[in-house]
């Protein structure tokens, strides 16, 4: 069950993020904008910083979940709804991914992420092109990983005018094109 105060903190401090740098962000601003007393705050955190770590280690959880789940078809390949999965899961959480994602907050986060992916796209890859190199099938990643970063970036900060299905469909696309280069 989820703690109605611990989801209004964080959803103010995510809302302050939008408009000041952490460093700006005082626990009673954040108080104030929760509608929480301090007490109820310090309760639950001992800092602003340690209610950014847990909005991220629950956005890290339920990625991680998203990825243990089966996404490929019967023939091994990419089932066609990880990607509207996937930009579903961006959608239900953007805000955050749009924080995670700026540059004024600088967390591992992505950079495991992104390593979770390879290990479930090489597993994939491999399967389907079992002549294919390793290196090859790495270089397909990083540049299928950047392209996916790029993509939600422009996607997050131009208003998401696409609905997920269409933003799925242009990462479907743009993966399928560049898989050529593994055959």
Same mark, same amino acid.
């Given at each position: =069950?989820?703690? &109605?105060?611990?989801? &209004? ?6 809302? =302050? ?5 952490? @460093?700006?962000?005082?626990? !009673? ?8 007393? *301090?007490?109820? $705050? ?7 910083? @340690? ?9 890290? *959880? ?10 490929? @078809? ?11 999965? $996937?930009?579903?899961? +961006? ?5 955050? /991914? ?7 907050? &600088?967390? @591992?986060? $992505? ?9 479930? +796209?090489?597993? +994939?890859?491999? !399967?389907?092109?079992?002549? /294919?190199?390793?290196? &090859? ?5 990083? $540049?299928?990983?950047?392209?996916? %970063?790029? %993509? ?32």
């Amino acid at each position: =069950m989820k703690n &109605k105060n611990i989801e &209004k903190i964080k959803s103010a401090l995510i809302a =302050m993020l939008e408009t000041m740098p952490i @460093d700006e962000i005082s626990a !009673t601003m954040l108080c104030q904008q929760a509608e929480v007393n *301090r007490a109820t $705050f310090y309760y639950h955190y001992n800092s602003i910083q @340690d209610v950014l770590t847990d909005i991220e280690a629950q956005v890290e *959880r339920e990625f991680l979940h998203f990825l243990a789940q089966s996404t490929v @078809d019967s023939n091994g390949a990419p089932a066609k709804n990880f990607y509207i999965m $996937f930009f579903d899961f +961006v959608a239900r959480n953007k805000n955050v /991914c749009k924080l995670l994602l700026g540059s004024q907050y &600088k967390s @591992d986060f $992505f950079n495991r992420a992104v390593e979770a992916g390879r290990s479930k +796209v090489v597993t +994939v890859m491999s !399967t389907l092109y079992p002549n /294919c190199p390793a290196s &090859k099938i790495n270089y397909y990643y990083i $540049f299928v990983s950047n392209g996916f %970063l790029g %993509l939600l970036n422009y996607w997050l900060n131009s208003g998401m005018h696409e609905t997920v299905e269409e933003i799925a469909e242009i990462g479907e696309q743009v993966s399928y094109m560049g898989v050529k280069y593994l055959m």
